[in-house]
Nanobody, 122 residues
Framework: QVQLVESGGGLVQPGGSLRLSCAAS????????MGWYRQAPGEQRGLVAS???????NYADSVKGRFTISRDNAKNTVYLQMNSLKPEDTAVYYC????????????????WGQGTQVTVSS
């Protein structure tokens, strides 16, 4: 019953910015990991950025210095601030999370959102 819902995608000019949000809802005890992945047409899905429960972040080389991932634990939400956007950033962006459900001893499962389209074009 846990769901991830992405928002914030859209059309933006090269050099512009967007901020993506991913909100987890349902019976959640803790979120161990959250990440953003993207998939362009005809390409495989790949990691953009991730953050662990301890705050450790990881970024794809192609977005380092331009994108920032962050979390709001109280809202069970992860954000991706995307600056200096390039046409090659165009893709569907997916939120991923590893979540412990319900209680301290609840099951740990992997979840994916439905995706949000980001298009960088003039």
């Amino acid at each position: 019953q846990v769901q991830l819902v992405e928002s914030g995608g859209g059309l933006v000019q090269p050099g512009g910015s967007l901020r993506l949000s991913c909100a987890a809802s349902g019976s959640i005890f803790s979120i161990n990991y959250m990440g953003w992945y993207r998939q362009a047409p005809g390409e495989q899905r790949g990691l953009v950025a991730s953050i662990t429960s301890s705050g450790t972040t990881n970024y794809a080389d192609s977005v380092k210095g331009r994108f920032t991932i962050s979390r709001d634990n109280a809202k069970n939400t992860v954000y991706l601030q995307m600056n200096s956007l390039k046409p090659e950033d165009t893709a569907v962006y997916y939120c991923n999370a590893i979540i412990r459900r319900a209680t301290m001893t609840g099951p740990i499962s992997n979840y994916w959102g439905q995706g949000t389209q980001v298009t960088v074009s003039s």
